[in-house]
C-alpha cells in the first residue's frame, strides 16, 4: 500500500476501526492480479468522488505498476456505470410495474467505451460489474459478471472485486461522515 493510501487509512476515524482493517485485507493478495485488483479500487474510489480517496488510490495502483490505460478505464467505467446503472435501474423499476413498456425502448445512450476499452476487457467489465454493485443496479450486475464469467473470470474474483469495491465506498462515507 503507497504513503498515501496508508496515511488516509490511517486518519480514518476510530468508528470506522474495521474499514481500517478491510481496506488492507481488500487490497492485499487476494484472487485478482494487480491490474484488476487496483483497477476495480480505482473505478470505485472515482465513482465516490472523494478526491483525497481517487489520488490516493490511483497513486497506489501506479505504485503497483499498473497501466495509465487501465486507470483510464477506471474512470471510463466510474463515468459510464453512474449513467447506466441510474437507466437501467429505471427500465429494471419499470418493467416490475405498471409499465413494461420501457423494457422495449432504445436506450440510445452511447457506451462505446465498453465495446472498446483502453485496455483489458475482462477487467474493463469487472470494473463495470463492481461500480454497478455500489449503484445498486441488479441488470447491470448480473449482466457484467455473465461476460466476466464467459471470459475466464472466477465466481472468487468477482468477489473479490465486491469486496473491494464495498470497502473503498465505505472508506468514502467514513471521510465524509468525518469532514
Not at 474495521?18 to 483497477?39: E, F, I, Q
Not at 497513486?59 to 471510463?76: F, K, L, N, Q, Y
Not at 476487457?121 to 464467459?150: N, P, T
Request: hydrophobic letters at 50%; charged letters at 25%.
Amino acid at each position: 500500500m503507497s504513503a498515501d493510501l496508508e496515511a488516509l487509512r490511517e486518519r480514518l476515524p476510530d468508528a470506522a476501526r474495521d474499514l481500517k482493517l478491510n481496506l488492507s485485507a481488500v487490497l492485499g493478495d487476494n484472487t485478482l492480479p494487480a491490474d484488476a485488483r487496483w483497477g476495480v479500487a480505482s473505478a470505485a474510489a472515482f465513482a465516490s468522488r472523494d478526491t483525497g480517496l481517487m489520488q490516493a488510490i490511483v497513486a497506489a495502483a501506479r505504485e503497483a505498476g499498473v497501466s495509465d490505460a487501465t486507470v483510464d478505464d477506471a474512470r471510463a467505467a466510474a463515468a459510464l456505470m453512474a449513467m447506466n446503472n441510474v437507466y437501467y435501474r429505471f427500465r429494471h423499476f419499470m418493467k416490475a410495474g405498471d409499465r413494461p413498456s420501457y423494457g422495449d425502448k432504445p436506450a440510445r445512450l452511447r457506451m462505446q467505451r465498453i465495446a472498446k476499452p483502453a485496455g483489458d476487457k475482462a477487467v474493463f467489465e469487472l470494473m463495470c460489474l463492481a461500480v454497478s454493485a455500489i449503484g445498486g443496479c441488479e441488470m447491470c450486475v448480473q449482466s457484467h459478471e455473465h461476460v466476466v464469467l464467459q471470459a475466464g473470470m472466477t465466481e472468487d474474483q468477482v468477489h473479490d472485486a465486491v469486496r473491494i469495491a464495498a470497502t473503498v465506498n465505505g472508506v468514502a462515507t467514513a471521510r465524509a461522515l468525518a469532514a
